[in-house]
């Protein structure tokens, strides 16, 4: 193959739409969404009206390590503080497989937050493009 190997063994398209219509159920016009992952946007595009944190929308690309929060919303940007702040705030999570690390343990408690079971069609994929869901109880 010229193009190198394939990246994953399963119809993508096909398992980001299940994915979306589970997002869609569980997030419903208005709910705070955080987003965190390279592909945690994908579900956005089937439940519109959630509200997002923009500067997540762009990853770590959006990402600065500078205390001046209110500079760096007015200017696209977030850091920890905000992270924390929205992540306080947020209903739903979006949470990249290669993310989740970052998480356990620390943030998402069985107490606090219930992780919604998706289809694992992606599971031949990089685990950058696996998601998974969680929802405040």
Same mark, same amino acid.
Not at 51 to 79: E, I
């Given at each position: ?26 997030? #419903? ?10 592909? $945690?946007?994908?579900? *956005? ?9 923009? #500067? ?24 920890? $503080? ?26 998402? *408690? #069985?107490?606090? *937050?219930?992780?919604?079971? *998706? ?19």
């Amino acid at each position: 193959n010229s193009q190198g190997p394939i990246a994953c063994e399963t119809n993508v398209l096909a398992a980001y739409e299940e994915i979306g219509r589970q997002f869609a159920g569980l997030a #419903p016009p208005g709910t705070p969404v955080y987003l965190d992952g390279r592909v $945690a946007d994908v579900p *956005l595009l089937y439940a519109p009206g959630v509200v997002v944190l923009p #500067p997540q929308v762009n990853d770590v690309f959006g990402y600065m390590d500078l205390p001046d929060t209110d500079w760096l919303l007015r200017n696209g940007f977030w850091n920890e $503080a905000i992270a924390l702040e929205w992540r306080d705030t947020a209903e739903v999570f979006v949470i990249a497989e290669d993310r989740l690390h970052n998480w356990d343990d620390k943030y998402i *408690l #069985p107490q606090d *937050l219930e992780q919604l079971q *998706l289809p694992q069609a992606v599971s031949t994929c990089p685990v950058e493009d696996q998601l998974h869901l969680f929802h405040r109880k």
